[in-house]
């Protein structure tokens, strides 16, 4: 929140302080030779009052090519004609834009203290600013290197007066303000302050001619700072866009399984146990990270097909036969689903055949033994194994020598992968039976992560992959 009046009253009496004290030391310390040849002086007076013209707005802030002048003025002139030429830039800066008068004071404090400090650094760190035209290599980047310190001086100045005064106005905190406003725009005041430093040393051997030819330059250089500018707004914007759209596509999903869950309360429990013993299965059989990922996501989705069911067919103990084909869609339904959003065709995979049986006895494809995706083969039994023990279930929950059992018993008769079903049995003989009882649905599904993750290009869907497989085996079996 903004500061009280008076604090405010008293920063804005420390700036005209600092302003003051500026100009005097600026006027007390100033020497003759700083304001010659006066030809420099003029063109750098003109360079930063109209190179205000010149600015690059970004989505951060202003870059403004005034800046060059300051530098040139700090690294050939010295602290008085470097104050000035901040001076000049700030007020067709200020008037450009109808600053208020607040505003106005604390830019002519930034435009003023930072070049003069930084005029004052090369002052003090080299005997002799102008009038050499002749200097060794190691001279010169050496002077070179004093110039760079000063611009850095300059920029960080420029920046905590300015923070301050927002900090004032607008009660912004000082980390935010450092990362969205001066880190974002800090390569590009670099870039122009490592410019102007070869300008420098190229005055310094050539003299006043090398900076007209390098007036070219300059423009040039300028012209494609902004398309690379805007060309990065421009991605951000885009990114941003893509980042609401699959808030959206996800949110949905989320949401379906959310009324999933208020209509049925096991629903998301389920959906989360299964996906943590998919996770661990497919991790225990060797599967690469991704087919972990794809895995996991199957079994956090696997259910949301039936979110279209009717309560006399979500509650009922027993389908009647004029629901079966109802209950028989739900792969389908939540295959299509899941497998609208990019990069999540090998879930949609995955959800579609996992009521297969390898005995080619299931559905919707009637696909045998490999056939069957290995990522349905691992939710199939996941999704059997904690239906048969959930605590929370309508029926009486099985104890884990029950439940694998009737593991091994559905592969024996051909329902199950019998070399995964003991690969699964083993694990949780090793772990907790009921290792992922405590899931929970919103870690489990890490909403932001995959929002950022979906955000990220992705070329699944254009190589044929498993979200085209998924897609065109939807289409054959509504066509059949």
Same mark, same amino acid.
């Given at each position: ?275 943590? %013993?998919?996770? #661990?299965?497919?991790?225990? =059989?060797?599967?690469? *990270?991704? @087919? ?5 996501? /199957? +079994? &956090? ?42 990069? %999540?065709?090998? #879930?949609?995979?995955?959800? =579609?055949?996992?009521? *297969?049986? @390898? ?5 919707? /494809? +009637? &696909? ?113």
């Amino acid at each position: 929140m903004p500061a009280p009046k008076l604090t405010r009253r008293l920063f804005w009496a420390a700036e005209v302080l600092l302003l003051a004290g500026t100009v005097f030391a600026a006027v007390w310390l100033s020497h003759p030779a700083e304001w010659h040849p006066l030809a420099l002086v003029v063109l750098l007076l003109v360079l930063a009052f109209g190179g205000e013209l010149f600015t690059v707005e970004t989505s951060h802030g202003v870059l403004s090519a005034s800046l060059g002048a300051m530098v040139l003025a700090m690294g050939l002139l010295g602290p008085g004609p470097a104050a000035a030429c901040g001076i000049a830039a700030m007020v067709m800066h200020s008037a450009a834009a109808r600053r208020p008068l607040a505003q106005w004071l604390n830019n002519l404090c930034m435009y003023a203290v930072a070049p003069f400090a930084g005029g004052l650094m090369v002052r003090a760190l080299a005997s002799k600013v102008d009038g050499v035209h002749s200097q060794h290599l190691a001279q010169s980047m050496t002077f070179g290197l004093i110039v760079l310190g000063a611009l850095i001086v300059l920029l960080v100045l420029n920046f905590v007066l300015f923070a301050l005064e927002l900090r004032i106005r607008e009660g912004r905190a000082f980390p935010r303000l450092v990362r969205e406003l001066f880190l974002p725009l800090l390569p590009g005041e670099l870039a122009v302050g490592v410019v102007s430093t070869m300008l420098v040393l190229a005055y310094r051997s050539a003299g006043l001619p090398a900076l007209f030819a390098a007036i070219p330059v300059l423009l040039i250089f300028r012209h494609l700072t902004v398309a690379l500018l805007r060309s990065e707004d421009r991605a951000e914007k885009l990114q941003a866009r893509t980042v609401r759209l699959v808030s959206l596509q996800m949110g949905v999903l989320r949401t379906l399984v959310r009324a999933l869950g208020m209509r049925d309360p096991t629903t998301a429990r389920h959906a989360s146990a299964v996906a943590r %013993y998919c996770e #661990a299965l497919a991790k225990e =059989l060797g599967c690469s *990270e991704d @087919v972990q990922e794809d895995v996991r996501t /199957a +079994g &956090l989705l696997h259910d949301i097909g039936k979110f279209t069911w009717p309560d006399s067919v979500l509650h009922a103990d027993v389908v009647r036969p004029e629901d079966q084909e109802t209950v028989r869609r739900h792969p389908q339904d939540g295959a299509e689903l899941v497998g609208a959003l990019d990069g %999540y065709g090998a #879930a949609a995979e995955a959800i =579609l055949y996992h009521h *297969e049986r @390898v005995d080619g006895g299931g559905y919707p /494809a +009637g &696909l045998i033994g490999k056939e069957i995706p290995l990522a349905s083969r691992i939710l199939a039994i996941c999704c059997t194994y904690h239906t048969m023990t959930e605590r929370a279930s309508y029926r009486s929950p099985m104890s884990f020598q029950e439940a694998m059992t009737e593991l091994r018993h559905a592969a024996k008769n051909g329902q199950l992968d019998d070399e995964l079903v003991e690969t699964f049995i083993a694990l949780l003989e090793r772990e907790e039976p009921m290792f992922a009882e405590d899931a929970d649905f919103e870690t489990e599904l890490e909403f932001e992560r995959r929002v950022r993750d979906m955000a990220q290009p992705s070329s699944q869907a254009s190589t044929g992959g498993p979200v085209s497989r998924a897609r065109d085996r939807l289409a054959t079996l509504r066509r059949d």
